[in-house]
């Protein structure tokens, strides 16, 4: 049986059900290779700026192994934070046929990288895109140093249309890509979660005629938490009701900015086994982002598996191929509060057409699954020249 190599920082609740689906299929064998070093107590999140211990199992049903980072400072958030001198002899003893790598962007995986081309196949995944705007001379300087990291790849897996087109700017060709969509566990955001959805809107002083809007994630200025109630003051449309999901260094400053603006809700960061409510209780998901580096927005795909109607802005990766307009959602321009009110206003104007457009969206997001990621890992690997 064919042997692959899974380098990747850390356990991540978007990454293990893969493995683990993987070593269930069992049409090939894998380990996983954690670079960061051995943690499975809470990992700090300067985002949510709070340590954060996901409630779903992470480690369970695959073959993995740690491996020691020696950084004096260890993070996923720089290029030194993870440094494993023993890396590439432990990967060794494993004899893969094939290596797949998650992120260049640390001093460990590229040595990785570079110390297999040409001795094994090394594939890679990742989901940068080129929607951030730079200046004449970085984007060039930037061109330069990313078709020399992506020059030792061999083959990449790219998760969607900006995804592709950013490494087709990188020096990559048609044949050494393979769809593999990014995904969420669509099921366990699809199960019917309407008792505990119905308990949370009147927690919030809900009617079943109200509409709520919903923000989830990281209340940092990226993700352009700010624009939002802006545009939500300017809609000031009686019935909807708007919540904000989660915590971040933009927090006090939010909360300051709608503390007499009504119908405004906060609740602190939920963990995964709570959010599939949450998402049900909504009627319109909104992630406003403006970046920079805001690459996919699985945010956005939780949603729509639970079957809600999506408001995104165009910096967001996943946007152009999973938000249709006025099909399931809508798309505005990102940093555009006169567009996001727009879009915003003729969204909100009829809760049942948010309802058929949730349903739109959990048609388009089935196939957007951890199968065809994993499919397309086990192909290309099994029809790999020996």
Not at 50 to 76: H, Q, R
Not at 81 to 94: R, S, W
Not at 122 to 150: C, E, H, N, P
Not at 364 to 383: G, M, R, T, V, Y
């Amino acid at each position: 049986m064919k042997k692959l190599a899974i380098i990747t920082t850390h356990p991540i609740q978007y990454y293990a059900p893969i493995f683990r689906l993987l070593q269930q299929r069992n049409n090939i064998s894998i380990k996983v290779f954690y670079t960061l070093g051995e943690t499975i107590a809470p990992k700090h999140d300067p985002g949510f700026g709070k340590n954060i211990s996901w409630d779903i199992p992470l480690l369970d049903g695959y073959d993995f192994e740690w491996l020691v980072n020696i950084s004096p400072a260890p993070g996923s958030h720089y290029f030194k934070g993870i440094v494993t001198p023993g890396a590439i002899e432990q990967i060794k003893k494993y004899q893969p046929d094939a290596l797949l790598v998650f992120g260049w962007a640390y001093k460990s995986h590229l040595k990785i990288i570079q110390y297999f081309k040409g001795k094994k196949p090394v594939y890679f995944r990742g989901d940068s895109t080129l929607l951030d705007k730079l200046g004449v001379v970085k984007s060039t300087a930037r061109q330069i140093f990313l078709r020399w990291v992506y020059a030792n790849i061999s083959h990449v897996f790219y998760v969607g249309t900006n995804n592709r087109a950013y490494y087709l700017k990188h020096g990559l060709n048609e044949n050494q890509m393979t769809f593999a969509p990014h995904a969420i566990d669509n099921e366990r955001f699809s199960q019917n979660h309407s008792e505990n959805a119905v308990s949370f809107r009147a927690g919030l002083g809900l009617n079943n005629d109200d509409i709520l809007v919903l923000f989830a994630g990281k209340i940092e200025a990226k993700k352009a938490p700010l624009i939002l109630l802006q545009a939500f003051v300017n809609l000031n449309k009686s019935g909807v009701h708007l919540l904000y999901v989660g915590n971040g260094p933009l927090e006090i400053d939010l909360k300051a900015k709608s503390k007499n603006v009504s119908r405004v809700h906060y609740i602190d960061f939920q963990n995964q086994s709570q959010m599939p409510a949450i998402y049900q209780a909504c009627d319109l998901f909104c992630l406003p982002s403006s970046g920079p580096n805001e690459s996919w927005g699985l945010a956005v795909n939780e949603a729509m598996a639970a079957g809600k109607a999506i408001l995104a802005s165009d910096k967001i990766g996943c946007a152009t191929d999973l938000v249709k307009s006025m099909q399931n959602g809508a798309v505005f321009r990102a940093g555009d509060a006169a567009d996001l009110s727009e879009k915003l206003g003729l969204l909100t104007m009829n809760k049942k057409r948010l309802a058929k457009f949730g349903a739109a969206s959990k048609l388009i997001i089935k196939d957007w699954s951890f199968e065809q990621i994993a499919l397309a890992i086990e192909n290309k690997l099994l029809n790999e020249a020996t």
